[in-house]
């Protein structure tokens, strides 16, 4: 039997064609590269304005939760929590964690060992709904709400899944501001590398908008799209570098990461591998907002800016909607607006122990409906 061995090039190049013929639903205009400024400065700019829900049922009495987690080293994970812990307080609710390690084996079999805890409401922390539609359907005929953070591709009520709403960022906005910031950056010159999971629907479409986006400036180039597993960026990421700086010696203007994780891991390759620090790429996620990359973006080293998500308020809004769903009332519908943070912005945002923690008085705004 004769096997065909298909050029990378061929390869890098056909996955780049599928990924852009799939954005049919992403596709742009040819923008004014005034407007694409326009829109990044309008990300970059500092809102304090409370935009979210001001009504509401009264708090339910003697609620049990349990936080199912994609994986618990993902620091946006770990924030949402802490957001809900905190919005616990004084509330006679409780939280179970389970953690899902990073595959979908493991996050499996926690989200069948939280439906055997019979909670009051299950809390998919980062795992795709739709995988796990099932099982999600076996909470549900026990009675139990469930809620996605991360779960699904939109905000919103989800029936379809299982899901009495899914908490995110408009997934698709984020990856348009991500690869729109790297336009302005390169003056239309971006010559990008896109790092994805396919094993996420919302990965998947950050990375299809921001191939969009590029592939919306006539200058600019999309030259590879990097399918790395969260879970496992730390065996790949360091080969993966080495080919893509021998592929496009000086070539390569940005990375567009989905996750701060693969700039983590992306650092150490790119630091050996003796190209100046002026041709190295820059890199842009449009991820949570990591302690890291925070670090980096204000050292102004390897980083250039981040699309982080009020992780803290969305812990509070989780509360809030599981208050809503238990008392048979429609979510809320708040969609927190995407904001991109950079060296030059960094120091106006509140960080509260690392995470964008936005100064909109959001918590006063929860506790004043609950009580």
């Known amino acids: ?87 616990l307080q004084n509330l006679n609710w409780s939280l179970h964690l389970l953690d899902g390690k990073g595959s979908k084996i493991r996050q499996s079999a926690a989200l ?27 909470a549900q005929e026990f009675g139990i709400k469930v809620i996605g953070w991360h779960a699904a591709n939109a905000a919103g009520s989800a029936p379809e899944l299982g899901l009495f709403t899914n908490i995110t960022t408009d997934a698709k906005e984020v990856g348009d501001i991500a690869a729109s910031y790297a336009i302005v950056d390169s003056d239309k010159k971006a010559q990008v590398v896109i790092f994805t999971d396919s094993n996420y629907s919302i990965a998947m479409k950050k990375a299809n908008s921001m191939a969009a986006r590029i592939a919306s400036c006539a200058s600019c180039r999309v030259l590879s799209i990097e399918d790395i597993p969260l879970d496992n960026i730390a065996a790949q990421m ?37 190209v100046t620090i002026d041709n190295l790429p820059k890199n842009i996620s449009a991820g949570d907002g990591s302690h890291e990359a925070y670090r980096r973006i204000r050292g102004g080293k390897h980083q250039l800016a981040t699309v982080p998500e009020p992780l803290f308020l969305q812990g509070w809004q989780i509360i809030d909607e599981f208050n809503r769903a238990f008392q048979d009332q429609s979510n809320s519908g708040f969609l927190a607006p995407v904001h991109l943070i950079t060296r030059n912005n960094l120091n106006n945002i509140v960080l509260k122990m690392g995470v964008y923690d936005p100064d909109n008085q959001y918590r006063n705004a929860y ?3 609950w009580q």
């Open 238 to 274: 360091p080969t993966v570098i080495a080919r893509l700086l021998n592929q496009y010696p000086n070539q390569i203007t940005h990375f567009l990461v989905i996750n701060d994780l693969y700039i983590d891991f992306a650092i150490p390759s790119l630091i050996s591998s003796g």
């Open 1 to 87: 039997m004769k096997i065909l061995k298909l050029d990378k090039d061929l390869i890098v190049k056909l996955i780049i064609t599928i990924i852009l013929m799939a954005t049919s639903s992403y596709q742009y205009a040819i923008d004014d590269y005034l407007s694409i400024k326009q829109r990044v400065e309008k990300a970059i700019a500092v809102d304090t304005s409370w935009l979210g829900p001001i009504s509401g049922p009264l708090i339910a009495s003697d609620k049990q939760l349990v936080f199912v987690a994609s994986d618990l080293r993902n620091d946006g994970v770990n924030s949402v929590v802490k957001g809900m812990t905190e919005s």
């Open 112 to 138: 069948n060992r939280a439906i055997l805890l019979k909670p009051d409401g299950i809390i998919l922390g980062g795992i795709d709904a739709k995988f796990h539609a099932e099982t999600i359907k076996t």
């Open 367 to 369: 506790r004043k409906i």
